[in-house]
T-cell receptor, first 117, second 110 residues
Framework: GAVVSQHPSWVICKSGTSVKIECRSL??????MFWYRQFPKQSLMLMAT?????????EQGVEKDKFLINHASLTLSTLTVTSAHPEDSSFYIC?????????????FGDGTRLSIL | AQRVTQPEKLLSVFKGAPVELKCNYS??????LFWYVQYSRQRLQLLLR??SRESIKGFTADLNKGETSFHLKKPFAQEEDSAMYYC????????????FGKGTLLTVNP
């Protein structure tokens, strides 16, 4: 149980376009989802915490208008990188915490590699 | 503010040797600590949590509040243990907002 699916796994796009990344909890309802960014050979940097039906809470230094997060249902959260530039190229990972797994820590997706040309 | 420190970026041992991955934390509240592992090309997965006090894949970790440490240990390393290991601190209560260390890349040589 507790499977988190991320889509797409890899995306390449031109500078200036917007890219949407989906994070789904496949077999549980996720009360909270987290979005991370991971640079090569570095740790995960928390970008934002997303709760279903409410606005995401962003970490200091993360631009809200740049990284739009929507958590419209208990099984889906999306991260949209707006007007992407090469410096936004990174590995983005989502994770989820479920009510049914209230004593379990986060379950992670496989990540999305974003490359902006 | 909370902080997790993993002083070793890289750790290399031979198969059968003991291994210890260090983790120190800084947190004003009551800490809840975890070890996550990321094998090559796979997602992050939970290895251990301190409240379980269990051994997974031969690994153990004991919370030492006096030394603010949560080191991961295994008496006899195996090649399949080669992976990236992250120590994490729950600073979000039931929300499980985790603060991660920078990670240690463990390589077990044959």
């Amino acid at each position: 149980g507790a499977v988190v699916s991320q889509h797409p796994s890899w995306v390449i796009c031109k500078s200036g376009t917007s890219v949407k990344i989906e994070c789904r909890s496949l077999d549980f309802q996720a009360t909270t989802m987290f979005w991370y960014r991971q640079f090569p050979k570095q740790s995960l940097m928390l970008m934002a915490t997303s709760n279903e039906g409410s606005k995401a809470t962003y970490e200091q230094g993360v631009e809200k208008d740049k990284f739009l997060i929507n958590h419209a249902s208990l099984t889906l959260s999306t991260l949209t990188v707006t007007s992407a530039h090469p410096e936004d190229s990174s590995f983005y990972i989502c994770s989820a915490v479920g009510a049914a797994y209230s004593n379990q820590p986060q379950h992670f997706g496989d990540g999305t590699r974003l490359s902006i040309l | 503010a909370q902080r997790v420190t993993q002083p070793e970026k890289l750790l290399s041992v031979f198969k059968g040797a003991p291994v210890e991955l260090k983790c120190n934390y800084s947190y004003s509240g009551s800490p809840e600590l975890f070890w996550y592992v990321q094998y090559s090309r796979q997602r992050l997965q939970l290895l251990l949590r301190h409240i379980s006090r269990e051994s997974i894949k031969g690994f153990t970790a004991d919370l030492n509040k006096g030394e603010t440490s949560f080191h991961l240990k295994k008496p006899f390393a195996q090649e399949e243990d080669s992976a990236m290991y992250y120590c994490a601190l729950n600073s979000g209560g039931s929300n499980y907002k985790l603060t991660f260390g920078k990670g240690t890349l463990l390589t077990v040589n044959p």
